[in-house]
């Protein structure tokens, strides 16, 4: 069972981010240096590759060794911030949860570590910007629906912010009305997730 969802959970990220890794470029091509595309395949292609021993392992060591795998082949400033999030959520996750509260604060730590290695909060125009409102949702025990909704409108919410973390920063003004990349791949990933979990 466990081993199934794991598997399954890795192959319907790496399907969503392979599918949209051109528009995430093109995202971050407006207001970073073009590579978000590539590094976030290159992260799920880390996955993938080692998808058979990740899923052979209980719910908290297939964590940590997905967070290992992205922090070794992903460059830039999401391979880091994704992989470190992992890695917290390993260590707070003892097992796979067994209800949304449970879902809640093992994504509350990789939030804490994504903030923390970001030195980051909400409204600074990044995958935080996604995370965290999702994290809402999953508290208050919000149907996938409406977690699934939260996290697109959440990622075109970024559209009019101000960047004031990562590359788009340096932009300053320029960064206004576009959405951000890494809340784009974060709505990704959440549909995934929610996707898999909702067909469970
Ligand atoms: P790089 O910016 O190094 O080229 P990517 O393009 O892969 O790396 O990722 C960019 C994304 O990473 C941004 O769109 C943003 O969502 C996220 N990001 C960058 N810096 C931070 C930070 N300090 N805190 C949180 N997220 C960040
Ligand atoms: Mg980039």
């Given at each position: 069972?466990?081993?199934?969802?794991?598997?399954?959970?890795?192959a319907k990220i790496a399907d969503s981010?392979?599918?949209?890794?051109?528009?995430?470029?093109?995202?971050?091509q407006a207001i970073?240096?073009?590579?978000?595309?590539?590094?976030?395949?290159?992260?799920?292609?880390?996955?993938?590759?080692?998808?058979?021993?990740?899923?052979?392992?209980?719910?908290?060591?297939?964590?940590?060794k997905a967070g290992t795998a992205i922090v070794m082949s992903v460059g830039g400033a999401s391979g880091p911030l994704y992989g470190s999030a992992l890695l917290a959520m390993a260590k707070t996750a003892s097992?796979?949860?067994?209800?949304?509260?449970?879902?809640?604060?093992?994504?509350?730590?990789?939030?804490?570590?994504?903030?923390?290695?970001?030195?980051?909060?909400?409204?600074?125009?990044?995958?935080?910007?996604?995370?965290?409102?999702?994290?809402?949702?999953?508290?208050?025990?919000s149907s996938i629906d409406r977690i699934r909704r939260v996290a697109e409108e959440s990622a075109t919410a970024t559209k009019p912010l101000l960047a004031k973390k990562g590359r788009a920063a340096f932009l300053g003004e320029r960064s206004i009305g576009h959405i951000d990349p890494g809340a784009k791949s974060a709505a990704l990933i959440v549909h995934a997730v929610c996707e898999v979990l909702e067909k469970r």
């Open positions: 069972m466990t081993k199934n969802l794991i598997s399954r959970l890795i981010i392979c599918a949209s890794a051109d528009d995430l470029t093109k995202l971050d970073g240096d073009g590579d978000h595309g590539i590094n976030m395949r290159r992260g799920v292609e880390a996955l993938l590759k080692q998808g058979d021993d990740i899923s052979r392992q209980d719910f908290s060591t297939a964590l940590r097992s796979m949860p067994s209800n949304q509260a449970e879902v809640g604060v093992v994504v509350a730590a990789g939030i804490d570590a994504v903030k923390a290695r970001g030195k980051s909060d909400a409204g600074a125009k990044t995958m935080l910007d996604v995370l965290i409102p999702v994290h809402r949702e999953i508290e208050n025990g």
